[in-house]
């Protein structure tokens, strides 16, 4: 169970949540996409209103209604969530990733829509890494929080993770079941930090938001002491 509802441990903090999945357009018709809900972010963003935070939640596609309680910001593209969060970033003082964002996108968008016409290649560029340039530029005392969905190997890809994008944490998430994970009600994991590893098992996306919420005020106590 997460923290009961009544506890404002969250008062004075400006929370800038992430959620849903990013798309790359193809033609005026078609994307690349992925099968985040966004269920997982809205969770975290009401679960911090809530809990006492101003919440500034930037979603992508989500397939489920945003809480009404969080201002709240819609993009499509990597490149829009990453303007986005950039343009509020200075507001925050924890910033929690949950939302895919995509690797690629699609070098050359077609302006017209693509005909069929026999095998195709599609140009992929890379995106900017929103997170790591969330490091890059956040203010001193701006709590970073990624996640990694993650196949194989969860823990070690996790524990990369948080030394290569130099965050505070980072929530893996085994999506290789399909019972948890992506466009799921549920999900199940594991919070990592340089301290060590909070195993959190399967919950509900609500509940596990609550956990993710109690771990952030635990780090915040100890950087503030
Ligand atoms: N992320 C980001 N910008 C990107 C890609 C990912 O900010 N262009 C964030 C995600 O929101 C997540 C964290 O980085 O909080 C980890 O995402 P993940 O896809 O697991 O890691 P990658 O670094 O993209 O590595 P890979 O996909 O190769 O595992
Ligand atoms: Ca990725």
Do not use: H, W
């Amino acid at each position: 169970e997460g923290q009961a509802e009544s506890i404002a441990d969250l008062v004075g903090e400006t929370v800038l949540v992430t959620a849903g999945g990013t798309r790359e357009a193809i033609d005026p018709v078609r994307f690349i996409g992925n099968r985040s809900s966004g269920r997982m972010g809205f969770a975290i963003a009401e679960a911090a209103s809530r809990r006492g935070a101003r919440v500034i939640l930037i979603s992508a596609n989500a397939v489920v209604a945003a809480p009404a309680i969080c201002e709240l910001v819609q993009v499509t593209t990597a490149e829009e969530m990453r303007e986005a969060v950039m343009q509020r970033l200075s507001e925050a003082t924890v910033v929690v990733m949950a939302a895919a964002v995509s690797d690629y996108r699609v070098a050359k968008v077609a302006t017209q829509k693509l005909k069929r016409n026999g095998a195709r290649v599609l140009e992929l560029e890379p995106t900017e890494d929103i997170l790591q340039e969330i490091v890059e530029r956040r203010r001193a005392g701006t709590l970073a929080i990624g996640f990694a969905a993650e196949t194989e190997n969860v823990l070690e890809n996790g524990r990369a993770k948080l030394e290569r994008k130099g965050v505070d944490a980072v929530v893996v998430n085994d999506v290789s079941s399909g019972e948890t994970g992506f466009d799921s009600e549920r999900n199940a994991g594991s919070f990592v930090t340089r301290e060590g590893v909070v195993e959190i098992p399967a919950m509900s996306k609500v509940q596990m938001a609550g956990l993710i919420l109690d771990q952030v005020v635990r780090l915040r106590v100890k950087r503030t002491v």
